[in-house]
């Protein structure tokens, strides 16, 4: 089992910057790639961002790609999400998840599970 803690979210201006942080603990965190995901108010959660066990590799979503940055400290049990030249329509409820399956596609929600509580950023024009 593992339990993830997101935190950093708020409400911040177009083209701001702000860093998600998601705190792990429980079973070996650096044993699994951990994702992004969002979700804005009538809408589905998505898929922003991911990264493999190592940190060695990264996915993004076409939406944030070039924008923001996912990383990880295996020994501090935490992940983060640079969000740089934030937009109104990054408005949403961001979770943090691990990867559990790897036969489904990375941007697969499905594939993930423990779910944090989410985080809120509001992005005002």
């Known amino acids: 089992q593992v339990q993830l803690v997101e935190s950093g979210g708020g409400l911040v201006q177009a083209g701001d910057s702000l860093r998600l942080s998601c705190a792990a603990s429980g079973r070996a965190f650096s044993n699994y790639p951990m994702g992004w995901f969002r979700q804005a108010p009538g809408k589905e959660r998505e898929f922003v961002a991911s990264i493999n066990w190592s940190g060695t590799s990264t996915y993004y979503s076409v939406s944030v790609k070039g924008r923001f940055t996912i990383s990880r400290d295996n020994a501090k049990n935490t992940a983060y999400l640079q969000m740089n030249s934030l937009k109104p329509e990054d408005t949403a409820v961001y979770y943090c998840?691990?990867?559990?399956?790897?036969?489904?596609?990375?941007?697969?929600?499905?594939?993930?599970?423990?779910w944090g509580q989410g985080t809120q950023l509001t992005v005002s024009s």
């Open positions: 998840a691990v990867r559990l399956s790897a036969s489904d596609g990375i941007t697969n929600l499905n594939g993930y599970a423990y």
